[in-house]
């Protein structure tokens, strides 16, 4: 039937908005909102607000679960090259490109390199 997703905030249901006060005639309550899609957090939480709400409650928590950064990670000439368009000949002409971050070097890329998210330039 549906496929409506619930906004995966902790206090969603808390806030007093005319959408999510559901039910009949007196056996109204407000509810976590149910929609197809979201915006924030990876299509999880209806707002912002739903968004930090929830990392407030488990963030930290979520962090330690998947890893926390404990030193400074580097950007190098040799992992800083990223997915770029040229665009000195015109929005119609505009061509695929590997910009590095650091060197400013810019090399050529086919359209097929650019849509392939496995294909990098970059060493780990
Ligand atoms: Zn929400």
């Keep these: 039937m549906s496929n ?34 979201f915006y924030y957090g990876g299509n999880n939480f209806c707002s912002f607000n739903c968004y ?21 990670k580097h950007l190098t000439e040799q992992n800083a090259w990223i997915k770029d368009y040229d665009w000195s000949n015109g929005y119609e002409n505009r061509t695929y490109v590997y910009r590095n971050g650091i060197t400013k070097e810019q090399r050529p890329m086919t359209e097929e390199q650019y849509n392939d998210d496995s294909y990098t330039l970059n060493i780990n």
């Design 52 to 72: 930090n709400d929830w990392f407030n409650d488990f963030g930290d928590r979520a962090i330690d679960h998947f890893g926390r950064t404990t030193e400074a």
């Design 4 to 37: 409506l997703k619930l906004c995966q905030g902790t206090k969603c249901h808390t806030y007093h908005t005319k959408d999510r006060l559901k039910g009949t005639k007196g056996n109204k309550t407000y509810q976590t909102r149910r929609r197809s899609n």
